[in-house]
């Protein structure tokens, strides 16, 4: 193993505490330090890592010499900024989901990081679930057939954010699943979305992705719901299949079924035909990615990503289109869920 990349971490809340234990197991990489303005997050980190030496002010960690890389795990809105200032220093850089908040700035970022020949990964950890991953592999071998519709759905109860309304929350995942699964491009995006909890933020939403190849994509997200769900079911000409996609549960099903193609073939009542006969054949539930977990993996893509000079997996151009379509809805939800096309 050669020399050891050396990170600072911007923000220490809720999911830069999850980020660095992944870090300080990762052989590659040495923590050097953690960054955050609530002094809270400062002492428990202090507390639970207290080899790691910790900041108030994060200008010095996003321009200090002695680092290679910096992980930004603060509110959305923080991004930009501090990505731009850690990649005009010459850092590598892993941002949180999502990219920025508009298209223009995450494409600032992304030309920066070609010119500064640095690595910028944006954190879209489904990327990295190996399940996610065989999906794409079955739907590209046509195992699913045709594909339809996909149908993703993130609901739960908790961590109501004040500073992000549930899709700019919760659809960095769902977008970067359905682009990642699917080899046709976003067309438009329709987002109802309903506040109920405060005034200027939505903590529901419905929205309708549809693809260049005719393939559409619902999401549902809810913060105000009864079980925590985070599962996407892909409808294929061929087989039917279920991704529960929680971090602590993940499981694969396939449904294999039967509608009789012609309209012709149906029972006739009264010489028209009523419905047109389906049914359920199989179901299995598929094995074999249930030991490799995600953000370690992520971890991993990265740190390998700035040793190899090479992009990772989820890079900033990646996240482009992800940011195209989260602001497509974004546009499509001021404006009473009009249909907005996706453009890049
Ligand atoms: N990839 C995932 O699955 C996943 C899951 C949860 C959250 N996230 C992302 O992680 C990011 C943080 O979310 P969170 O839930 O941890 O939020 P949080 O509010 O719990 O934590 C954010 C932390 O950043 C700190 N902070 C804010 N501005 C700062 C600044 N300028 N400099 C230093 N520290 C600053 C805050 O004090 C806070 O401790 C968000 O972008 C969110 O989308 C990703």
């Known amino acids: 193993m050669g020399k050891k990349i050396n990170v600072g971490f911007v923000g220490a809340g809720y999911w830069g505490q999850k980020l660095l234990p992944k870090f300080l197991s990762a052989p590659d990489a040495a923590v050097r330090v953690v960054c955050d303005i609530h002094s809270g997050n ?32 603060t509110p959305p809105a923080s991004h930009f900024s501090l990505a731009k200032k850690a990649l005009d220093a010459g850092k590598h850089v892993w941002v949180e989901k999502p990219l920025a908040l508009r298209l223009e700035e995450g494409r600032d970022l992304v030309q920066l990081a070609r010119a500064k020949k640095t690595v910028l990964f944006v ?3 489904f990327l990295y679930d190996p399940a996610v991953t065989m999906i794409r592999d079955m739907i590209r071998q046509g195992e699913l057939g045709d594909i339809y519709h996909l149908y993703l759905q993130r609901l739960n109860l908790g961590r109501i954010k004040r500073d992000s309304n549930v899709w700019w929350n919760s659809a960095p995942h769902d977008a970067s699943i359905v682009l990642y699964l699917l080899a046709s491009r976003p067309k438009s995006v329709n987002l109802h979305g309903y506040r109920y909890l405060q005034p200027n933020l939505e903590d529901l939403n419905l929205a309708v992705i549809e693809m260049c190849d ?20 892909v409808i294929g ?26 309209m012709d073939g149906g029972r006739l009542m009264d010489g028209l035909p009523t419905t047109i006969p389906s049914k359920m054949i199989a179901e299995r539930e598929l094995q074999g990615f249930q030991d490799q977990e995600p953000l370690a993996a992520a971890v991993k893509d990265f740190l390998e990503s700035i040793r190899d000079s090479r992009a990772p997996l989820s890079h900033g151009e990646f996240s482009l289109q992800v940011l195209a379509v989260l602001e497509a809805g974004d546009r499509s939800v001021r404006s009473n869920g009009e249909k907005i096309p996706v453009e890049f």
Request: net charge negative; glycine share 4%; with cysteine.
């Open 42 to 73: 400062r002492a428990a980190v202090q507390q639970k890592f207290p080899q790691i030496s910790t900041a108030e002010s994060c200008e010095a960690v996003l321009t200090d010499r002695e680092l290679d890389g910096v992980v930004i795990a």
């Open 123 to 125: 954190d879209h950890t």
């Open 214 to 233: 005719g393939t559409s994509a619902f999401i549902y997200h809810n913060w105000l719901y009864p079980e925590n769900t985070a599962k996407l079911t």
């Open 237 to 262: 000409s061929k087989r039917l299949l279920v991704y529960e996609g929680k971090f602590e549960k993940r499981s694969v099903t396939v449904y294999d079924y039967e509608v009789e193609d012609s």
